[in-house]
């Protein structure tokens, strides 16, 4: 059972920064392909950001977000500068159970958590 747990969300200004964690349960943390989702009300998730050994990071966002993972610890991070109020959304957490990410689509993603809210207003 892959359990992910999403924190570090919250309401912020423009220009502001934020990192969000997720925290993985599963033993092949390492080595498994796992990415950063967003979704606002009556719109597609969202692809921002993946982790498979190499870092990727969706044109949208870019320069902006970063993602990182913490072997030890079992935490993925996305690190969000500059925030702007279309950044705002439910971040999601989610772990594709291969070693590469391959495709960023998140129908190929089997695993996720329940979400951290950001919101950017001022």
């Known amino acids: 059972q892959v359990e992910l747990v999403e924190s570090g969300g919250g309401s912020v200004q423009p220009g502001g920064s934020l990192r969000l964690s997720c925290e993985a349960s599963?033993?092949?943390?390492?080595?498994?392909?796992m990415g950063w989702f967003r979704q606002v009300p009556g719109k597609k998730r969202e692809g921002i950001a993946w982790?498979?050994?190499?870092?990727s990071i969706a044109d949208s966002v870019k320069g902006r977000f970063s993602i990182s993972k913490d072997h030890g610890r079992k935490i993925l991070y996305l690190q969000i500068f500059d925030l702007k109020p279309e950044d705002s959304g439910m971040y999601y957490c989610?772990?594709?159970?291969?070693?590469?990410?391959?495709?960023?689509?998140?129908?190929?993603?089997?695993?996720w958590g329940q979400g951290t809210q950001v919101t950017v207003s001022s």
């Open positions: 982790y498979d050994g190499r870092p």
């Open positions: 989610a772990v594709r159970p291969t070693p590469w990410c391959q495709t960023h689509d998140s129908s190929d993603f089997s695993y």
């Open positions: 599963m033993a092949s943390f390492s080595v498994d392909c």
